[in-house]
């Protein structure tokens, strides 16, 4: 095994290649980048947000063969650009087929889940999506929701967006500004009070949520107020 030597130039910054290698390192950057310049625009573009989890992994696996090849010297440039060509073409064959038949597109991209029906929290919807109320109470306010009674229907999408219905006009609901767990929270007694976890309205506030289990409850408000 060879022994490192501590800060040795010329290994840090050239490693064992000769100085002309950078100008191969230069070609391979230009050729492969142009290469995949011209399938990308021919796939067309899309935001993150619109990706499937398969096109997510085929982009994964596009950086890989783009990044390995710039580089490397012992890896073929047609080997590379054959690799890249193969996982474009799988990409555009994945978007065809979500366009072309809806099965394909629910087995691959999901489908919309509803979370939230008339200021209250479904819970059964969050546990499918995995997403946590908290979590879905930071994305309603970040869309400029200050309490549940605003919500008439919202549905968490499969591209991981939020869809708001409001309800017209509001009604009584759990009041998210400022955000219910930095509050400390008082039993309401007999008024009208929204469980902290789910938003349930309830008059007067049970011991335990029958929705969602919790004991912990709020006055439930209308927005403004």
Same mark, same amino acid.
């Given at each position: 095994?060879?022994?490192?030597?501590?800060?040795?130039?010329?290994?840090?910054?050239?490693?064992?290649?000769?100085?002309?290698?950078?100008?191969?390192?230069?070609?391979?950057?230009?050729?492969?980048?142009l290469?995949?310049?011209?399938?990308?625009?021919?796939?067309?573009?899309?935001?993150?947000?619109?990706?499937?989890?398969?096109?997510? #992994?085929?982009v994964?696996? @596009?950086? /890989?063969?783009?990044?390995?090849?710039?580089?490397? %010297?012992?890896? *073929? $440039? !047609?080997?590379?650009?054959?690799?890249?060509?193969?996982?474009?073409?799988?990409?555009?064959?994945?978007?065809?087929?979500?366009?072309?038949?809806?099965?394909?597109?629910s087995?691959?991209?999901?489908s919309?889940?509803?979370?939230?029906?008339?200021?209250?929290?479904?819970?059964?919807?969050?546990?499918?999506?995995?997403?946590?109320?908290?979590?879905?109470?930071?994305?309603?306010?970040?869309?400029?929701?200050?309490?549940?009674?605003?919500?008439?229907?919202?549905? #968490?999408?499969?591209?991981? @967006?939020? /869809?708001?219905?409001?309800?017209?006009?509001?009604? %009584?609901?759990? *009041? $998210? !500004?400022?955000?219910?767990?930095?509050?400390?929270?008082?039993h309401?007694?007999?008024?009208?009070?929204?469980?902290?976890?789910?938003?349930?309205?309830?008059?007067?506030?049970?011991?335990t949520?029958?929705?969602?289990?919790?004991?912990?409850?709020?006055?439930?408000?209308?927005?403004?107020?």
């Open positions: 095994m060879d022994t490192i030597t501590p800060f040795d130039w010329q290994r840090m910054f050239l490693g064992d290649t000769p100085p002309v290698f950078l100008l191969e390192i230069l070609f391979r950057t230009l050729l492969i980048l290469w995949t310049s011209v399938l990308l625009r021919w796939i067309g573009g899309r935001s993150i947000s619109q990706l499937s989890i398969a096109e997510f #992994l085929l994964i696996a @596009l950086g /890989s063969a783009v990044g390995d090849t710039l580089f490397y %010297p012992d890896v *073929p $440039l !047609v080997h590379a650009m054959l690799v890249i060509l193969v996982v474009v073409l799988i990409d555009k064959a994945v978007d065809i087929a979500i366009r072309r038949w809806s099965p394909v597109k087995v691959i991209d999901g919309p889940v509803e979370v939230l029906r008339d200021g209250r929290i479904l819970c059964d919807g969050m546990t499918s999506r995995q997403v946590g109320t908290l979590e879905l109470m930071e994305m309603l306010r970040l869309k400029q929701i200050e309490n549940l009674g605003q919500v008439r229907r919202a549905y #968490l999408e499969a591209s991981g @967006l939020l /869809s708001i219905f409001r309800a017209d006009p509001p009604r %009584p609901g759990l *009041p $998210l !500004v400022p955000p219910p767990e930095i509050v400390s929270h008082a309401p007694g007999a008024d009208p009070a929204a469980c902290t976890n789910c938003g349930a309205v309830e008059q007067p506030a049970p011991a949520c029958r929705h969602c289990g919790r004991e912990s409850w709020t006055a439930a408000t209308c927005a403004g107020a």
